[in-house]
């Protein structure tokens, strides 16, 4: 990366301050740029789900991974629900989704509780045996009295298929039959998954985030206090496939013994640290035995760290500065916080991170762990908060006495709750993740990168005002 010339210098900047110039491209598709990642995170996508309660969880670290890339489970999991869910996100299918299933005497109430759960938004009624033998959605369960059997509701003309199907035969089938979902069975007629019409498409775009043994991905979080050691140990015999150890000022003496005590378990798998901003802040932790440094101070969209302590930096200049440094050290950054727009990952893959975590963004999706509730005008939103708030820290502080909870509760840097409402056209975190996609790919087409350290390499950064970011807002109401 470079700045246009008599640029950057003297500038601290942020995603909307910086523009990617267009440059003489032989890419002449957005299909021929490889979004994979080089830093050993084994992501196919270049995006990460941060560690945040209302965010990462078992449904978006399968569905996540499915598409290539990675979920990180928060450090306040017991590491006995980490390796349960580990276990679950690592048993699950490829290419089709897990499906909500019920009985045929199961009451409509329960698929209506159900139904948000999956962005498929669809229940399989399935009988003794694990067959499917009908299927509701909203449409079946609108106007029906709640305590009705599904039994009596349920749409009975299925689309099933092999689970082995290839997804292009899949699609020509649904869009034959004009159905948006498909139910794969085994020899045996029992459910497998489930494939939506989009999910076909998807499966011939993405390739999964797998380990090894051809399992899905999902990486797991620790703090810098307590027993490291024995929460590391517990991590890795989880099967975790990355481990981040994580703080919210990750250049501090508790950090750099945290990586001591992970390393002296010898991890065979990548080991992330942060959060810094500054050049020598990675280099402590990359000498301190991390392979990666998550980068970002204040950016997130429920942190309050710079209104409360004035401490922080403005998130592209800290990427830019923190990748260079990783990149002598032979190290990575991953770009943590800021991102509200698929420019903005575009922006921080071209500043030299080789991947973008995403937080806030993504607790607006059903799947993130939270319920879906509606708002006043019926809205439908789930609840996010910040990892160092009032409300997470009461979480974290439950082995605690009183007295000890009520005083850290005096301390919060974080909101601690914030409604995030689903984006009609993108409720899924799989709409998300194509929208994200489409702007990185199309970003490199501009460029002429066909991968990711391309892109770093030939990016060419200009300085805009307010009003130049302005200009580039779309204005669908006119003006």
Not at 437 to 443: F, H, I, L, P
Request: glycine share 10%.
């Amino acid at each position: 990366m470079r700045f246009l010339e008599g640029q950057g210098a003297g500038y601290e900047l942020t995603y909307d301050d910086v523009f990617l110039l267009p440059s003489c491209s032989d890419v002449g598709s957005r299909f021929d740029a490889d979004l994979s990642t080089v830093d050993g995170s084994g992501t196919t996508i270049p995006l990460v789900v941060a560690n945040m309660t209302a965010v990462a969880g078992r449904r978006m670290a399968e569905t996540v991974a499915r598409r290539g890339g990675l979920v990180v489970l928060p450090q306040d999991v017991d590491p006995a629900v980490v390796a349960e869910t580990v276990k679950w996100v690592k048993s699950r299918h490829l290419v089709l989704d897990t499906p909500l299933t019920l009985g045929p005497q199961d009451a409509v109430a329960d698929a209506l509780n159900l139904l948000p759960k999956r962005a498929h938004r669809a229940v399989v009624v399935l009988d003794s045996a694990h067959r499917p033998v009908g299927l509701v959605t909203e449409a079946e369960l609108s106007g029906v009295d709640r305590f009705a059997r599904l039994a009596d509701v349920a749409q009975t003309d299925l689309v099933v298929v092999p689970a082995d199907a290839e997804p292009r035969k899949v699609f020509d089938q649904l869009n034959r039959r004009r159905q948006e979902l498909a139910l794969a069975v085994d020899a045996e007629d029992r459910l497998v998954g489930a494939l939506t019409t989009t999910g076909t498409l998807r499966a011939d775009l993405y390739r999964p985030a797998v380990d090894s043994s051809g399992r899905l991905r999902v990486a797991a979080a620790l703090g810098v206090n307590g027993d490291v050691t024995a929460k590391t140990e517990a991590l890795l015999a989880a099967g975790v496939d990355v481990l981040v150890v994580d703080t919210a000022h990750g250049h501090q003496r508790k950090m750099l013994d945290a990586l001591a005590a992970v390393q002296s378990c010898r991890p065979s798998v990548p080991v992330v640290a942060g959060n810094v901003v500054s050049g020598q802040g990675t280099r402590d932790l990359l000498d301190a035995g991390a392979d990666i440094v998550k980068v970002g101070v204040g950016p997130g969209a429920m942190c309050t760290t710079r209104m409360m302590t004035g401490v922080g930096r403005p998130q592209f200049s800290a990427v830019a500065e923190c990748a260079c440094a990783a990149r002598a050290a032979g190290g990575y950054v991953w770009a943590d916080g800021g991102v509200r727009h698929p420019r903005d990952v575009a922006l921080a893959l071209a500043a030299g991170a080789s991947n973008v975590m995403i937080g806030s963004w993504f607790a607006g999706t059903y799947e993130s762990p939270g319920d879906l509730q509606r708002d006043e005008t019926g809205q439908p939103y789930k609840e996010s908060y910040g990892m160092a708030s009032k409300r997470a820290v009461a979480a974290r502080t439950t082995r605690d006495d009183s007295f000890d909870r009520a005083r850290k509760a005096l301390f919060e840097e974080g909101i601690s709750t914030a409604r995030m409402y689903l984006d009609p056209q993108r409720p899924g975190v799989e709409d998300l993740i194509d929208y994200i996609c489409a702007g990185v790919r199309s970003a490199c087409t501009y460029v002429g990168a066909r991968t990711l350290p391309e892109l770093a390499e030939r990016a060419v950064i200009g300085v805009q005002s307010a009003a130049g970011f302005a200009e580039g807002r779309p204005l669908p109401q006119g003006w």
